[in-house]
């Protein structure tokens, strides 16, 4: 299994600046995915990151709002740029492990007011 | 789009089996089934998968039916922590596919 960090776990932003999220795990992987939950839904992918190459967005989400970073096999970060009350949720980071179970961090909550 | 249909929310009782169900009419041969349940404030977790042959764990059984259009995850002796969302999801392996979750089944197994 893979044991993932996130930080931070939660935060309290104002509307208008960026917070950055680092996701730590215990072992290289290929490819990390960052999720968002917002308030009682259910999670969907922001994108696929790659070490060495440009992260992978999905429908809806661009590189200006949420910049990622793959500076190597263990560890990636998320910003939330320019945050608005509609960017509160949770950001979760997960990794595939090598049975092609997905694992996942306990999650940043964020708050924006 | 989610490709499984599940129930919004079951019941159990604390001791009793779980059986929790799950459509995916159109998977297709070479997709699995898993499930993955997030208990509140907590990432989710990896429960079980299975392609078409019935698996078990330490944690769950899963029973796929031989047309493999449905699935039931089972929890045989449920306790109050297993109360969480649990989420069936389809999903090719060994390619780029990504997980995409449905709204889940919120299970409340009650004391």
């Known amino acids: 299994s893979a044991v993932i960090s996130q930080k931070p776990s939660r935060d309290i932003c104002q509307r208008g600046t960026s917070l950055t999220i680092q996701c730590q795990v215990d072992?290289?992987?290929?490819?990390m995915f960052w999720y968002r939950q917002q308030p009682g839904q259910s999670l969907t992918l922001i994108a696929t990151?790659?070490?060495?190459?440009?992260?992978?967005?999905e429908s809806g989400f661009v590189i200006d709002k949420f910049p990622i970073s793959r500076p190597n096999l263990t560890f990636s970060t998320l910003t939330v740029s320019n945050m608005s009350p509609e960017d509160s949720s949770i950001y979760l980071c997960?990794?595939?492990?090598?049975?092609?179970?997905?694992?996942f961090g306990q999650g940043t909550r964020l708050t924006v007011v | 789009d989610a490709k499984t249909t599940q129930p919004p929310s079951m019941d159990c009782a604390e001791g009793r089996a779980a059986n929790l169900p799950c459509n995916h009419s159109?998977?297709?041969?070479?997709?699995?089934v898993y499930w993955y349940r997030q208990i509140h404030s907590q990432g989710p977790q990896y429960i079980i998968h299975?392609?078409?042959n019935n698996e078990t764990n330490e944690m769950a059984s899963l029973i796929i039916t031989e047309d493999r259009k449905s699935s039931t995850l089972i929890l045989p002796h449920a306790t109050l922590r297993d109360t969480a969302v649990y989420y069936c999801?389809?999903?090719?392996?060994?390619?780029?596919?990504?997980?995409?979750f449905g709204k889940g089944t919120k299970l409340t197994v009650n004391p």
């Open positions: 999801i389809v999903l090719y392996q060994g390619g780029s596919e990504k997980l995409v």
């Open positions: 072992s290289q992987v290929t490819m």
């Open positions: 990151a790659n070490q060495g190459s440009e992260a992978t967005y």
């Open positions: 159109t998977i297709s041969g070479n997709e699995y």
């Open positions: 299975g392609l078409k």
């Open positions: 997960s990794v595939e492990g090598a049975n092609t179970e997905a694992f």
